[in-house]
């Protein structure tokens, strides 16, 4: 079993979910970013360029400013209302850390498990699920995104495709396999565990 099938499991007890949920969290805010992000800022910090992620884990917003980042899946680093009632998140880190503070065991005090402000129903870990909240925040990093592949269409581009694996291949996989095919001077790099799935029909340009 992974940290990701925790985050999966069904509790008997919120109280038991959220024990595991701050431990992970903790673990994940803790965490400085890895090698393999510094390698990366190292190689493009200096030129223009913008991340689009579909982890969920903060490296991304450790290694690199928001106005060039869209967490496309959220991070765990947020926490949103259940409903949602709200566009809102909110910070995780007290949350986590009055959990924390108070765990017996593995259980979380019932009175510490993150409540919404405004309703008062569960908060939930900002990732993505069937109660995600696509709101204000997620748009605008979205858009953000759109905004400067539109910008940069009819120039030189380079897509980055690093360690994507074949979950949500309509994010990242697919959408660039479509622009190194229709931009003018599009190119495709792709370094996964999985081995070079691009179509041929690419050609020299991936």
């Not at 360029?49 to 917003?61: G, P, R």
């Not at 947020?78 to 709200?86: N, S």
Request: hydrophobic share 35%; aromatic share 12%.
């Amino acid at each position: 079993k992974s940290l990701f099938d925790g985050f999966y499991h069904l509790y008997p007890s919120l109280e038991q979910q959220w024990a595991y949920y701050a431990r992970y969290i903790d673990f994940m805010l803790r965490e400085l970013a890895s090698q393999p992000y510094l390698d990366l800022r190292s190689l493009i910090g200096h030129k223009d360029y913008f991340i689009l992620s579909t982890n969920v884990d903060t490296q991304a917003e450790k290694t690199f400013p928001d106005e060039r980042t869209c967490n496309y899946q959220g991070s765990f680093a947020h926490l949103q209302c259940k409903q949602p009632c709200c566009d809102e998140l909110f910070d995780a880190s007290p949350y986590v850390e009055r959990m924390l503070a108070g765990m017996a065991g593995f259980e979380v005090l019932s009175e510490d498990i993150p409540r919404c402000p405004h309703c008062g129903w569960q908060l939930v870990p900002w990732v993505r699920d069937d109660t995600f909240l696509q709101g204000g925040a997620w748009r605008e990093s979205l858009e953000r995104y759109e905004r400067f592949v539109r910008e940069r269409s009819s120039g030189r581009v380079l897509l980055l495709e690093l360690g994507v694996g074949e979950m949500t291949p309509g994010i990242i996989t697919l959408p660039f396999w479509s622009m190194t095919a229709k931009l003018p001077d599009a190119h495709l790099l792709s370094v996964n565990i999985s081995g070079d799935s691009a179509p041929l029909q690419l050609g020299s340009k991936a």
